[in-house]
T-cell receptor, first 116, second 115 residues
Framework: ETGVTQTPRHLVMGMTNKKSLKCEQH?????MYWYKQSAKKPLELMFV???????ENNSVPSRFSPECPNSSHLFLHLHTLQPEDSALYLC???????????????FGPGTRLTVL | DQQVKQNSPSLSVQEGRISILNCDYT??????FLWYKKYPAEGPTFLIS?????DKNEDGRFTVFLNKSAKHLSLHIVPSQPGDSAVYFC??????????????FGTGTRLQVTL
């Protein structure tokens, strides 16, 4: 496998369910991101992990819980979601340089989440 | 308040002609700009980028122009091909916003290249 992979690709869940989204990057990067894309809205950054530490939490509700066990894997744990949380959830990775130099982010294919 | 704006939600261009996609930004701290292309059911794919120290960057059929005084950038595709039909996102970031790059995205422009 190359690049950034995400599983599952599609997920339908009820509001009382607990599920997890998984992301894996095979690019040797040290930073990973979760984004949310809702219809007709820009991609919204949710969480950023750099060197396995969370460096950004963009005012995301606590029903979304990220986990980064190592630099290649990123999870998004979901519980008691609302129908308005239905969206495409995208994972990305990049190489993070200490001097704050920006580098290109590479995206996975996304998980299409539907909350009933 | 949207800091990166793509005011044209869609664009239709004939095959072989030039496609010009536009993007405006409001944050003067942005100094690195990227274009991503997205096909249905896939994640965004990096296309081309430009640093604020340049005003033009070219890669094959794709050229990005940056006008810092107008806070405007554009993506030119010449010649346009049917395979270019996709949604194009403009993104921007500022050095020093943290230890990892924070991208701010526009809402996207859907390009349709017709035969």
């Amino acid at each position: 496998e190359t690049g950034v992979t995400q599983t599952p690709r599609h997920l339908v869940m009820g509001m009382t369910n607990k599920k997890s989204l998984k992301c894996e990057q095979h690019l040797g990067h040290n930073a990973m991101y979760w984004y949310k894309q809702s219809a007709k809205k820009p991609l919204e950054l949710m969480f950023v992990y750099s060197l396995e530490e969370r460096v950004e939490n963009n005012s995301v509700p606590s029903r979304f819980s990220p986990e980064c066990p190592n630099s290649s894997h990123l999870f998004l744990h979901l519980h008691t979601l609302q129908p308005e949380d239905s969206a495409l959830y995208l994972c990305a990775s990049s190489q993070d340089w200490d001097r704050g130099i920006t580098d290109t982010q590479y995206f996975g294919p996304g998980t299409r989440l539907t909350v009933l | 308040d949207q800091q990166v704006k793509q005011n044209s939600p869609s664009l239709s261009v004939q095959e072989g002609r030039i496609s010009i996609l536009n993007c405006d930004y409001t944050n003067s701290m942005f100094d690195y700009f990227l274009w991503y292309k997205k096909y249905p059911a896939e994640g965004p794919t990096f296309l081309i980028s430009i640093s604020s120290i340049k005003d033009k960057n070219e890669d094959g059929r794709f050229t990005v122009f940056l006008n810092k005084s107008a806070k405007h950038l554009s993506l030119h595709i010449v010649p346009s091909q049917p395979g270019d039909s996709a949604v194009y996102f403009c993104a921007a970031s500022a050095v020093g916003t943290g230890t990892a790059s924070k991208l701010t995205f526009g809402t996207g422009t859907r390009l349709q290249v017709t035969l």
